[in-house]
T-cell receptor, first 114, second 110 residues
Framework: GAVVSQHPSWVICKSGTSVKIECRSL??????MFWYRQFPKQSLMLMAT?????????EQGVEKDKFLINHASLTLSTLTVTSAHPEDSSFYIC??????????FGPGTRLLVL | KQEVTQIPAALSVPEGENLVLNCSFT??????LQWFRQDPGKGLTSLLL?????REQTSGRLNASLDKSSGRSTLYIAASQPGDSATYLC?????????FGTGTSLTVIP
């Protein structure tokens, strides 16, 4: 089956610093990847759609200058949380689309901003 | 905009009991519906995928049904086990984007 990895699996950082999260499709190429955020006891909320070689499409209410997305290759998308604040603490999950029908989800990255 | 709701939000049952989780969505123009399992602090594990043209899918003790016209899906778990304890999420897709439900937190008591 298709595998999607995320790195790091968890990160703790100080307020004001930037954090980069990587999402990789290990055994397939993904022209489209998605970034989700999940707060405790809540469902996943789509943040942005990342297309290889073009700018990401952000959902309403998501600050594009704060959550920088780069999809430089068919197997890697990165999410950078810039100037992180405690309210950015969350569980970030990516998914990669293998075909029109199928997306595979990464294991998630837990971010804690102190 | 598509909205996905799951009922109940939490469920606690004794081991061995059969149970049903419910999922409803507001826009019936979906591509498919998928049920996921999420363990605490972990990512998503896909359980069952139902295409919009299908009525149900089965895998082991799990059976998922889809009534697209009424905007409903159910996940039936037979003979529940403590290892089934997790949060169950349903999601519908329009082809490009997933819309996730609010989740049902299941606890199976030994």
């Amino acid at each position: 089956g298709a595998v999607v990895s995320q790195h790091p699996s968890w990160v703790i950082c100080k307020s004001g610093t930037s954090v980069k999260i990587e999402c990789r499709s290990l055994d397939f190429q993904a022209t489209t990847m998605f970034w989700y955020r999940q707060f405790p006891k809540q469902s996943l909320m789509l943040m942005a759609t990342s297309n290889e070689g073009s700018k990401a499409t952000y959902e309403q209410g998501v600050e594009k200058d704060k959550f920088l997305i780069n999809h430089a290759s068919l197997t890697l998308s990165t999410l950078t949380v810039t100037s992180a604040h405690p309210e950015d603490s969350s569980f970030y999950i990516c998914s990669a689309r293998k075909s029109q029908e199928t997306q595979y989800f990464g294991p998630g990255t837990r971010l804690l901003v102190l | 905009k598509q909205e996905v709701t799951q009922i109940p939000a939490a469920l606690s049952v004794p081991e061995g009991e059969n149970l049903v989780l419910n999922c409803s969505f507001t826009d019936s123009a979906i591509y498919n519906l998928q049920w996921f399992r999420q363990d605490p602090g972990k990512g998503l594990t896909s359980l069952l995928l139902i295409q919009s043209s299908q009525r149900e899918q089965t895998s082991g003790r799990l059976n998922a049904s889809l009534d697209k016209s009424s905007g409903r899906s159910t996940l039936y778990i037979a003979a529940s086990q403590p290892g089934d304890s997790a949060t169950y999420l349903c999601a519908v897709t329009t082809g490009n984007q997933f819309y996730f439900g609010t989740g049902t937190s299941l606890t199976v008591i030994p």
